[in-house]
């Protein structure tokens, strides 16, 4: 699929919520702050507009991220967001409906009905009936600003809060290759429209309590190195959440953290989830390295750097390091 620049869909996006009643904002499924921030900064614009709208995400939005405005606005219940009938839904920060866990929702809407995609994924699809994807993008919030900025909106400092979060959370504070000029750039046009860096980083970054170390700890002890692969690897088990009473929010920042070890092309956490799956994070800072393949043979997908996939199984520890392997 040959991507969209994100400049030429500025007018259609502009022109279909223009002509929308009702406005449906679809989050991904385990929603980041990327999702959530663009979902956060539309919901803060269009509300500005006393616009019929609503968010909807299969999974509840983690407590950590209640900071950005309108999370309220949030529903879980695909009987709800169906029965919402939207005449336009956008769908941000998702390769593809099933990712994004709507596709169900999407496909009982009745005609006429658009269908918006914004994503910086490598391996989105093109699903959507106007497709805004950038790939050279830091975040998904980064094109929500630059639509706003294009359609002539002046930005909030609602808006401004959600948009600087993903770009945040996506850049692991400006500290992944993924980082550009352009980002940056975008960074400063949010400062300067009401947000902060430090009420971001209060919130997602400085939030980690005594037993959340400790359980921490207990992950960086597994840590395995294959110096023929040059992976590091480690490994989370439910049990670990569950003697510290945690849920597995508080260890998302595990596989950025390994990303910063020397002599390491690929670092993999492997996390256990409820029902018997396992949910794999790779993160990599060589250039020529590209994990969105990785996760891609897995049935997962992402970013040349930083990419996941989700398997069923259980997890073991070999020679190599940690791995899934069926049950």
């Known amino acids: 699929m040959a991507m969209v620049v994100v400049i030429n869909q500025a007018p259609k996006i502009k022109k279909a919520i223009e002509g929308a009643k009702k406005i449906l904002i679809v989050s991904h499924q385990k929603p980041d702050g990327d999702t959530l921030g663009s979902a956060s900064a539309l919901l803060a614009y269009l509300k500005s507009q006393n616009r019929d709208c609503?968010?909807?995400?299969?999974?509840?939005?983690?407590?950590?991220?209640?900071?950005?405005?309108?999370?309220?606005?949030?529903?879980?219940?695909?009987?709800?967001?169906?029965?919402?009938?939207?005449?336009?839904?956008?769908?941000?920060?998702?390769?593809?409906?099933?990712?994004?866990?709507?596709?169900?929702?999407?496909t009982s809407i009745l005609e006429p009905h658009i269908l918006v995609n914004i994503d910086h994924h490598k391996t989105n699809t093109g699903f959507g009936d106007i497709n805004c994807v950038d790939v050279e993008a830091a975040s998904t919030t980064e094109i929500v600003l630059r639509l706003f900025q294009q359609m002539g909106i002046k930005v909030s400092d609602e808006m401004a809060v959600g948009c600087l979060t993903g770009i945040i959370t996506d850049t692991n504070s400006f500290?992944?290759?993924?980082?550009?000029?352009?980002?940056?750039?975008?960074?400063?046009?949010?400062?300067?429209?009401?947000?902060?860096?430090?009420?971001?980083?209060?919130?997602?970054?400085?939030?980690?309590?005594?037993?959340t170390l400790k359980v921490w700890g207990k992950i960086l002890s597994r840590l395995t190195y294959d110096p023929e692969t040059k992976m590091a690897s480690t490994a989370v088990f439910l049990s670990d959440l569950d003697e510290a009473q945690i849920d597995d929010e508080a260890v998302d920042g595990v596989a950025n953290f390994l990303n910063s070890l020397g002599d390491v092309k690929v670092a993999l956490v492997l996390k256990e989830m409820p029902g018997g799956m396992v949910k794999g994070s790779f993160r990599t800072n060589d250039d020529f390295t590209d994990v969105s393949e990785l996760a891609k043979l897995l049935g997962g997908g992402g970013h040349k750097k930083a990419a996941g996939f989700s398997l069923p199984g259980k997890i073991t520890q070999t020679q190599a390091g940690w791995q899934v392997v069926s049950n």
């Open 54 to 106: 609503l968010g909807f995400c299969v999974s509840p939005v983690p407590q950590n991220y209640n900071y950005l405005p309108h999370m309220d606005s949030f529903t879980t219940s695909r009987q709800t967001a169906k029965n919402f009938n939207p005449d336009l839904t956008m769908v941000v920060d998702s390769g593809d409906l099933d990712y994004a866990g709507a596709k169900d929702v999407v």
């Open 175 to 211: 500290t992944n290759p993924n980082t550009r000029a352009e980002t940056l750039n975008s960074a400063g046009d949010l400062l300067s429209a009401g947000a902060t860096i430090t009420t971001v980083n209060n919130q997602l970054i400085k939030n980690k309590d005594l037993k």
